[in-house]
């Protein structure tokens, strides 16, 4: 499973679009990229996965880099109930990195 | 998205008591499942894979005489926490993993605090 990198903390005012970026360039050919993200003691919320090509949900975008060494998970609009820890993962075995904890704020 | 149940949501235990959680998936076939443990303030750690009707594999440092992992059927899969303690209290997560024709999605429980006494 490839090795992923993000930011510790980001903040976001509400309703304004916010980018979580994540590398991964050690990803293999066929591993997904999978996005989840975690309120307080609760289990992880699955967001997005894709492999190549962009994608859209209606929680979220995510944009690969053409080379996938990296991508970024773009929430539109973002709400105080998208406040959470956010965890990109590369790979068929999920393993958790630190993530991203997403600060929304009035 | 599919729904991953778990059992107990809570529980407290006593100091080299056993405990055992319950992992379900609600509306699919999980022929794969996994258990985590996260401790506070910290990312989640794989503990195990499991298959079902096979043994479970177990990540490093993880001793699989104490957490024992049981996946009997394709909805079930049950974590025993045995003589339990102190340290051993965490938030302990499941998830189980469905094939859906192109790739694996994954969809996790809302989780197991175990507080040991």
């Known amino acids: 499973d490839a090795k992923t990198t993000q930011p510790n903390s980001m903040e976001s005012n509400e309703e304004e679009p916010v980018h979580l970026p994540c590398n991964h360039s050690?990803?293999?050919?066929?591993?997904?990229i999978h996005w989840y993200r975690q309120l307080p003691s609760q289990g992880p919320e699955y967001v997005i996965h894709?492999?190549?090509s962009n994608v859209n949900n209606r929680m979220a975008s995510l944009a690969i880099a053409e080379d996938r060494k990296s991508s970024t998970l773009i929430l539109h609009r973002a709400t105080l109930r998208d406040a959470a820890v956010y965890y990109c993962?590369?790979?068929?075995?999920?393993?958790f990195g630190t993530g991203t904890r997403l600060q929304v704020t009035l | 998205g599919a729904v991953v149940s778990q059992h107990p949501s809570r529980v407290i235990c006593k100091s080299g008591t056993s405990v055992k959680i319950e992992c379900r998936s609600l509306?699919?076939?999980?022929?794969?499942m996994f258990w985590y443990r996260q401790f506070p303030k910290q990312s989640l750690m794989l503990m195990a894979t499991?298959?079902?009707?096979?043994?479970?594999?177990?990540e490093q440092g993880v001793e699989k005489d104490k957490f024992l992992i049981n996946h009997a059927s394709l909805t079930l899969s049950t974590l025993t926490v045995t003589s339990a303690h102190p340290e051993d209290s965490s938030f302990y997560i499941c998830?189980?993993?469905?094939?859906?024709?192109?790739?694996?999605?994954?969809?996790f429980g809302p989780g197991t605090r175990l507080t040991v006494t």
């Open positions: 998830s189980a993993r469905e094939f859906a024709g192109v790739a694996y999605e994954q969809y």
């Open positions: 499991s298959n079902e009707g096979s043994k479970a594999t177990y």
């Open positions: 509306d699919f076939q999980a022929t794969t």
């Open positions: 050690t990803i293999s050919g066929t591993d997904y």
């Open positions: 993962i590369g790979g068929r075995k999920l393993t």
């Open positions: 894709g492999l190549t």
